[in-house]
């Protein structure tokens, strides 16, 4: 029962509540997003996740009409950006650009300290073939000369992480008799320059992410990881054609933290779902030399995931 005082009180605070334009019992009820949106790229600036995650951020702000700032998180095979969106809350004001590369470690029989139940996908936002790549002006020019090198001599190849595609990539070349050295580096540019610059002979890359580098003749595809030759390189070999059976394409996924709830996450997929087919976003698959279908949303995004990850334990 209210007193005099209570009845006092409420009425007040409904006629404030009315001459904010608010109703009663719906201050509280404020519709998400209310304040900014972190986006984590859990790899250095300058790569194809980084790219990603500026695209897709800068196409979500309007539609979400808040700023998504991004905050470039490196370290440990992505692992570094992937902890920082686990330790915090899951509003649904902090989501990540999280890759094949971080995300191939859940195929090692060894566990983690996190599982895929730990996050909520809500989408895969670029697919592309991988390849291994040359200095445009080195000795190196085709495959064959990678090879006969890499038969007497040790050939160090730049890769984002150890336990990642990459590094699956080089060990299985590696079963072929091949002398090949799996250097890791944290940061994209670090990894084109270790091979501009001679220190590393072999990067494994995807040819949208060093697109410029290739135009300017720095860098020179010599061997992609794909069943059928890559449209845009078409003389140069794939692991089919020399008889391997390796594909490990890279796929780059918008995550959320497990426990999201429902509301701001469907928000999130349907704004990504309708960014990802606007032209300015099918023109950034062009030119990153991807997959038109690339984009999977919701629970298309989250089997593509499961099944990628079981297809890598095989080569474990």
Known sequence: MIGPIGRGVAACAVSISLACGVAPNKAAAQTYPTRPIEMIVTWGPGGGADQTGRMIGKLLEPELKVSIPVENVAGASGVTGLTKLLGGQAEGYQIAIVTADTLA??????????????????????????????????????WADVEAKAKTTELKVAVTGLGTPDDMAV??????????????????????????????DLLYEQAGDVR??????????????????????????????????????????????????????????????????????????????????SVLVGDAAVRYIREQIEALKKLK
Do not use: C
């Not at 983690?112 to 190196?140: C, E, H, M, T, Y």
């Not at 090949?180 to 990894?191: G, H, M």
């Not at 959320?256 to 999130?268: E, N, R, V």
């Open 105 to 142: 470690l859940l195929a090692d029989p060894k566990p983690q300290r996190w599982s895929l139940n730990d996050l909520s996908p809500i989408a895969v936002l670029i697919v592309q073939n991988s390849g291994f790549f040359v200095k445009g002006d080195g000795p190196l020019k085709t």
């Open 171 to 200: 060990e299985q070349l590696k079963k072929r008799g091949l002398k090949l050295l799996s250097v890791p580096f944290a940061k994209p540019a670090e990894r084109y320059v270790a091979v501009i610059g001679g220190h590393a």
């Open 212 to 293: 410029s580098f290739i135009e300017n003749k720095q860098l020179a595809p010599v061997l992609f990881l794909a069943n059928a030759p890559v449209a845009q390189f078409p003389k140069v070999p794939t692991t089919k054609s020399i008889g391997m059976n390796l594909v490990l394409d890279q796929f780059r996924t918008i995550m959320a933290k497990a426990g999201t709830p429902p509301g701001p996450y469907k928000l999130l997929t349907e704004k990504v779902a309708q960014t990802t087919r606007s032209p300015e976003y099918v023109k950034f698959l062009q030119d990153q030399w991807a997959d038109p279908k």
